[in-house]
């Protein structure tokens, strides 16, 4: 066998614990979400963590999106998906810190950067 597949291997073995943890990581955080809006909805700061988790939550969907694409598409990662990952990321961030005007402002300007690779990437797409 040759090198290259043996490490091809043990990155299918890897990605596919991967999604296991994942997915029960998926299932904790379905669970949490339920807890607060049923639990705490009567707390003021309520709004805020539940923007939070909703985001972590479309992390954990497109982060398993990326692994079931890599299988599909014959052991290869589309860059767009990395893309989707880093502007969600980057949305998650200006909602969970946001006390600095010019830290927001580059997180905002990173965000438009990665959507328009995105849009670059899909032009490029539609082109083969």
């Known amino acids: 066998m040759?090198?290259?597949n043996i490490l091809q291997w043990i990155l299918n073995a890897a990605l596919i614990v991967l999604s296991v943890i994942l997915v029960i990581l998926l299932g904790k955080q379905t669970f949490e979400l339920g807890e607060i809006i049923v639990l705490k909805a009567s707390d003021t700061t309520i709004a805020y963590v539940l923007a939070e988790r909703i985001v972590v939550y479309f992390l954990y969907f497109e982060?398993?999106?990326l692994i079931v694409k890599y299988f599909n598409a014959g052991f290869h990662f589309p860059l767009r998906y990395?893309?989707?990952i880093?502007?969600?990321a980057m949305i998650r961030l200006i909602i969970?810190?946001?006390s600095s005007a010019i830290g927001t402002l580059a997180i905002a300007a990173a965000i438009l950067?990665?959507?328009a690779a995105l849009f670059l990437t899909n032009?490029?797409?539609k082109r083969k």
């Open 82 to 84: 990395f893309l989707y």
């Open 123 to 125: 032009i490029a797409e």
């Open 113 to 115: 950067l990665m959507v």
């Open 86 to 88: 880093g502007i969600t």
């Open 2 to 4: 040759k090198f290259a």
């Open 96 to 98: 969970v810190d946001h």
């Open 63 to 65: 982060f398993l999106a």
